[in-house]
């Protein structure tokens, strides 16, 4: 049986730290407050330079912002 993985990020916690808006960082990113709120909220995948450019913008890693998870049985949490 073939697992799912997830994306999670940090990205609301980073712009608050940094006191930034929603527009700063789409305006940084390349793309519109909207599909940035999208990306926040977890209800749409960033594009590879995206997530470069986010992690950029906040001085971090990729690794520092997004993480890659599983499910496994009795719905544990696997950080890959």
Do not use: W
């Amino acid at each position: 049986m073939k697992q799912k993985h997830y994306l999670d990020h940090t990205i609301k916690e980073e712009r608050f730290k940094k006191n930034a808006t929603q527009k700063e960082v789409a305006d940084a990113i390349g793309c519109t407050t909207q599909a940035f709120s999208l990306i926040e909220r977890g209800e749409r995948m960033p594009s590879v330079i995206q997530s470069l450019a986010i992690a950029r913008f906040f001085n971090k890693s990729v690794y520092e912002i997004f993480t890659i998870y599983k499910i496994i049985k009795n719905n544990q949490r696997i950080n890959l």
